[in-house]
């Protein structure tokens, strides 16, 4: 079966600081892959996909980068948090004829 | 441009009636539907799924209607209980990425 891991689980980082949110897909292969961030009181945001090794797709200008080093791992980035990076984010995946969106546990990031 | 729009934050309902979730989307082009429930803290799980070819679906207690000419859809929970409480999203699926609602926060009151 596929399992999706996420970590950490909740993060406070300083403004200015780095940040690396890292994903895994385990029992599939070639999914496609996304980040979404859940800001407090507001819907799911997304923010990049990927279809393949390589491949970012950014949906909305931001502090904020993605990268896919390997086939089923997701990196969510940036070298200068700011204050409004703080949320929920999500990892997701699915397959690429499929409708289904499944997704990790998430990430709490405060940003201080 | 895709997007989705749950215009009503919350919904209050008694445990064991009707609960009834909007959402309206402007894409026109073929689409798939689907609902998320999402508790705090947690990833969303998945709940049921309309392909715009259909005009309803239904899994248990869980029912969605599409609306094509309104370009509306909803979900029906009968009957509601407490365990569902939570945030549920609507979510348009084109073109490999799914957009999601703003949310709607359901509390079935006991």
């Known amino acids: 079966s596929q399992t999706i891991h996420q970590w950490p689980a909740t993060l406070v980082q300083p403004v200015g600081s780095p940040l690396s949110l890292e994903c895994t897909v385990e029992g599939t292969s070639n999914p496609n892959l996304y980040w979404y961030r859940q800001a407090a009181g507001r819907g799911l945001q997304l923010l990049f996909y990927s279809v393949g090794i390589g491949q970012i797709s950014s949906e909305v200008p931001q502090n904020l980068s993605a990268s896919r080093p390997q086939d089923r791992q997701f990196i969510l980035s940036s070298k200068k948090l700011l204050l409004s990076d703080s949320g929920f984010y999500l990892c997701?995946?699915?397959?690429?004829?499929?409708?289904?969106?499944?997704f990790g546990s998430g990430t709490q990031l405060s940003v201080l | 441009d895709q997007q989705v729009k749950q215009n009503s934050p919350s919904l209050s309902v008694q445990e064991g009636r009707i609960s009834i979730l909007n959402c309206d989307y402007t894409n026109s082009m073929f689409d798939y539907f689907l609902w998320y429930k999402k508790y705090p803290a947690e990833g969303p799980t998945f709940l049921i799924s309309i392909s715009s070819i259909k005009d309803k679906n239904e899994d248990g207690r869980f029912t969605v209607f599409l609306n094509k000419s309104a370009k509306h859809l909803s979900l029906h929970i009968v009957p509601s209980q407490p365990g569902d409480s939570a945030v549920y999203f609507c979510?348009?699926?084109?073109?490999?990425?799914?957009?999601f609602g703003q949310g709607t926060t359901l509390q079935v009151k006991p």
């Open positions: 997701a995946w699915k397959k690429r004829r499929e409708g289904e969106l499944f």
């Open positions: 979510a348009d699926s084109n073109t490999g990425k799914l957009i």
